[in-house]
């Protein structure tokens, strides 16, 4: 089984200031990680994935993302944040091969100006 | 559109009542996964289809929850004697067969039980 945790229930943070929200997962198995966002009134939009090979993943809207496995972290960061970057952020891990994700319970990200 | 589409975007029901939510996934994509998502939590997985097999439906709550997919493409959500427990958006993805994981998510129902 998998879970997922995300230290953070808000953040916030001004506008062009660099972002990072947290996640640590755990699994005895090997694992996809992904990072999602949702709008208001809207579905999940996948922002970057993690299956394999280089560490740095880079997504849309110009976030990246690190799976460093000793420490089962897959935290998000963005050097510089937009207001249109307000939103939910949910980070989900799966199995190999992709079935069901199991989903964190979300930070959301408050750009001021 | 291309994306994931589900019908209707809110349902009011009253208690007892049964309802029945659709999902249309992006065409081709083999798999499609329903889960439900309350009131600021994360979304819970709810079941699982592979073409038309219904592989996994470990999450489903009780057996007022079924869910079928006939044909391999469109797929039904129902919920029968609806209770306020249920209320709660129920968002439906879909993935391609690479098997590389992603799953692409449609916009939701958003289900109120009076």
């Known amino acids: 089984a998998q879970s997922v945790t995300q230290l953070d229930s808000q953040v916030p943070v001004f506008e062009e200031a660099p972002v990072e929200l947290r996640c640590n997962y755990s699994s005895s198995v090997s694992v996809y990680l992904f990072w999602y966002v949702q709008y208001p009134n809207q579905g999940l939009q996948l922002l970057l994935k993690y299956l394999s090979g280089s560490t740095l993943v880079k997504g849309i809207n110009g976030f990246e993302a690190e799976f460093n496995k000793s420490q089962t972290s897959f935290h998000l960061r963005k050097p510089s944040v937009h207001i249109s970057d307000t939103a939910e952020y949910f980070c989900?891990?799966?199995?190999?091969?992709?079935?069901?994700?199991?989903f964190g319970a979300g930070t959301i990200l408050r750009v001021k100006s | 559109g291309a994306g994931v589409s589900q019908s209707p975007r809110y349902k009011v029901a009253k208690r007892g009542q049964d309802v029945a939510l659709r999902c249309d996934p992006i065409s081709g994509h083999v798999s499609l996964f329903w889960y439900q998502q309350a009131l600021g939590q994360g979304p819970e997985f709810l079941t699982y289809f592979q073409n038309e097999a219904q592989l996994d439906k470990s999450g489903l709550p009780s057996d007022r929850f079924f869910a079928e997919r006939p044909e391999g493409s469109v797929s039904t959500l129902k919920i029968q004697r609806t209770q306020q427990e249920d209320s709660a958006v129920y968002l439906c993805a879909s993935s391609s067969r690479d098997l590389d994981g992603a799953q692409y998510f449609g916009p939701g129902t958003r289900l109120t039980v009076t």
């Open positions: 989900a891990v799966s199995g190999v091969g992709g079935n069901k994700l199991v």
